[in-house]
């Protein structure tokens, strides 16, 4: 049901897989910079600190929403 593969008729699971290479293609088209190997546009100081440390993998308990959260995130500046 979930084979990815076009003869097998899995529309659903092909159709996710290709929203997820869109949503990366858009992903790097609008991002301004790019913090530890990930793209990242619209963030402050702050964000692009624990963006950094989320990257490392400090703090791997926390994700990215909680971290932006913490430091009033993106939009909350």
Do not use: W
Request: proline letters at 1%; one cysteine or more; aromatic letters at 2%.
């Amino acid at each position: 049901m979930t084979s990815g593969r076009a003869a097998s008729g899995d529309g659903l699971h092909l159709l996710s897989m290709d929203l997820h290479k869109g949503v990366n293609r858009l992903q790097s088209e609008i991002s301004t910079e790019e913090v530890d190997g990930t793209k990242a546009y619209g963030i402050n100081q702050t964000d692009r600190s624990l963006l950094a440390a989320f990257m490392r993998g400090d703090g791997v308990d926390a994700s990215p929403t909680a971290l932006m959260c913490q430091s009033g995130g993106a939009g909350h500046h």
